[in-house]
C-alpha cells in the first residue's frame, strides 16, 4: 500500500470503490435562480457607474468652462501695455517677466496716449485732394 505515515490513519477502501447517492434535482434551479440575481446585481451596478461617470464627465466639463470664461473675463478686464522696446524686457526680473504675456494685437486698433481714443486712419489730404489708403479703395 506505499508509504506508512504514522499521522495518516490508513485507508479502510479504494477510492474508486465509494458508492456515491444520487444528486438532489433541486440544485439545477437554485443555481439558475443564483445566476439571474447575479445577472440583474451586475445590471444595476452597470447603471449606477455609468450614472456616476456621466456626473463626473458633466462636472469636468462645468469646470472647464468656468476656468475658460474666467480666463475670457480676465483677458477683457486688464490692462495692456504694449513693450516695443525689446532691452526692457532683458533688464526685467523673473517675477516681471512671469506677468509679461504676448498676445496677438492685429484686431486690435492703436489708441492715441494723450486722448485715450482710437486712432482712425483717415484720408491724407494731398495739394488739396484727398487720397484714400489702399484698404479703403
Known amino acids: 500500500m506505499g508509504k506508512v505515515r504514522k499521522w495518516k490513519e490508513p485507508a479502510k477502501e479504494r477510492g474508486s470503490a465509494i458508492v456515491k447517492g444520487p444528486r ?21 451596478q452597470r447603471a449606477l457607474n455609468d450614472e456616476i461617470a456621466q456626473e463626473k464627465r458633466d462636472e469636468r466639463l462645468r469646470i472647464e468652462e468656468k476656468r475658460k470664461r474666467r480666463e475670457a473675463n480676465r483677458a477683457m478686464s486688464g490692462k495692456l501695455q504694449v513693450i ?8 526685467m526680473s523673473k517675477k516681471q517677466l512671469r506677468m ?5 494685437t492685429t484686431g486690435v486698433a492703436p489708441v492715441d496716449k494723450g486722448t485715450g481714443r482710437e486712432v482712425v ?7 488739396g485732394k484727398a487720397k484714400l489708403p489702399a484698404a479703403q479703395r
Open 121 to 127: 486712419a483717415s484720408a491724407k489730404r494731398h495739394r
Open 84 to 91: 516695443k522696446d525689446p532691452k526692457k524686457i532683458k533688464k
Open 24 to 44: 438532489k434535482g433541486a440544485a439545477w434551479e437554485k443555481k439558475a435562480e443564483e445566476r439571474s440575481a447575479r445577472r440583474q446585481m451586475l445590471l444595476q
Open 100 to 104: 509679461v504675456t504676448t498676445a496677438d
